[in-house]
């Protein structure tokens, strides 16, 4: 039982490039969720899913895109990647009461 | 969510209790106090939750106020290894679905 799963956990992207950040869970949780996490700070949603097919914005949603095919997959796409995304990315599911998180993405954008 | 106010650092000394406070004054009803815990360089990780009674499980208890507008999380015997960042965090009764929000937490430092 793996739990979350995230690949790549290291990433540098010069401005402009795109990539996918992974994530898969084998919990078989519903819910799904992408966030980031600046230097020093607390956690902030970027995107959300309740179920295969269903995604929403969060807090923090510009310049990425989710979708949500298979209750196992989430992945995190960013287009045109900017330095203002440089940080580490935290994906995690939840079921009541608890949430389980990935080991995290550290995407630096140079 | 309703917000939360702690406390950003705190010192203790192995083997010794740890208090963590958290302040959440606007806390509705039906709101659930949370907490968890991140280990350096670490996704963070569900510590202990609850409603109005005090609740203990095999990593802390959490004593909540008979008002409800603050609780504290506690370490009976703190180690090396509980060193974090610790968040309080309150959960309406949605089931999570919007996800939780973080603050910047109580970066909880251990001395030997």
């Known amino acids: 039982n793996a739990g979350v799963t995230q690949t790549p956990k290291f990433r540098i992207l010069k401005i402009g490039q795109s990539m996918t950040l992974q994530c898969t869970q084998d919990?078989?949780?519903?819910?799904m969720y992408w966030y980031r996490q600046d230097p020093g700070m607390g956690l902030k949603l970027i995107y959300y899913s309740v179920g295969a097919g269903i995604t929403d914005k969060g807090e923090v949603p510009n310049g990425y895109n989710v979708s949500r095919s298979t209750t196992e997959d989430f992945p995190l796409r960013l287009e045109l990647a900017a330095p203002s995304q440089t940080s580490v990315y935290f994906c995690a599911t939840f079921r009541v009461p608890e949430a389980f998180f990935g080991q995290g993405t550290r995407l630096t954008v140079v | 969510d309703a917000k939360t106010t702690q406390p950003n650092s705190m010192e203790s000394n192995e083997e010794e209790p740890v208090h963590l406070p958290c302040n959440h004054s606007?806390?509705?009803?039906?709101?659930?106090i949370h907490w968890y815990r991140q280990l350096p360089s670490q996704g963070p990780e569900y510590v202990i939750h609850?409603?109005?009674s005090n609740v203990n499980n095999r990593m802390a208890s959490l004593a909540i106020a008979e008002d409800r507008k603050s609780s504290t999380l506690i370490l009976h015997r703190a180690t090396l290894r509980d060193a974090a960042v610790y968040y309080c965090?309150?959960?309406?009764?949605?089931?999570?679905?919007?996800?939780?929000?973080f603050g910047k937490g109580t970066h909880l430092i251990i001395q030997p």
């Open positions: 606007t806390i509705s009803g039906t709101d659930y």
């Open positions: 609850g409603l109005t």
């Open positions: 965090i309150l959960r309406g009764t949605g089931g999570g679905a919007d996800g939780l929000t």
């Open positions: 919990m078989n949780h519903n819910y």
